[in-house]
């Protein structure tokens, strides 16, 4: 004997509404981001089929299939939470990178010094060392050139202004 699809029962459970194709997702993700891509959609249509839809995803759909909705274009924006964690976390690192690295190149200079030597002007200055430093542990920061870094932790205040030349370890 067939059934209709009509008949069968509304999805019971967390993962029947949260999981893939699950309505309550969709509603979750078009609140989010305004848009749920062709494939969501038609993952939910197939998962759901013969139930009614929601009413705000019976209008996005009625949208989408006109061409009224338009993904939005550019950079999207970041968790201000997380990259503000790992800010403070990138500000505390390089602080103590920085005195650690200080420590070593003014220890090296007394040697230097006392050997009768000149340290090579290619060392790196602390400043350089420290943020290279954080460049490679903080993974948002990994691909920046370490003057942009530098301009980055300074703009906002937490780093005093180290220039070679006007200030000295």
């Known amino acids: 004997m067939m059934t209709d699809p009509s008949d069968k029962p509304a999805p019971s459970g967390m ?3 949260w999981g893939p194709g699950g309505n309550a997702r969709a509603e979750a993700i078009l609140r ?11 993952n939910v249509l197939e998962h759901n089929e013969g139930r009614p839809l929601p009413k705000s995803l019976q209008d996005y759909l009625v949208r989408f299939l006109r061409g009224e909705v338009m993904k939005k274009r550019g950079p999207k924006p970041k968790s201000t939470d997380l990259y503000g964690l790992y800010f403070s976390y990138a500000t505390v690192l390089y602080g103590k990178a920085r005195r650690v690295y200080s420590k070593l190149h003014r220890r090296n200079k007394r040697r230097a010094r006392k050997r009768g030597e ?11 060392l420290a943020l290279k430093y954080v460049r490679d542990h903080v993974w948002p920061y990994r691909d920046m050139e370490l003057e942009s ?20 370890d």
């Open 15 to 17: 993962y029947q509404q």
């Open 32 to 42: 989010r981001t305004d848009y749920l891509s062709a494939d969501e959609l038609a």
């Open 118 to 128: 000149i340290l090579p002007r290619t060392l790196d200055p602390p400043y350089r």
């Open 149 to 168: 870094l530098h301009n980055l932790l300074s703009r906002r205040g937490q780093l005093r202004k180290t220039h070679p030349n006007k200030n000295k």
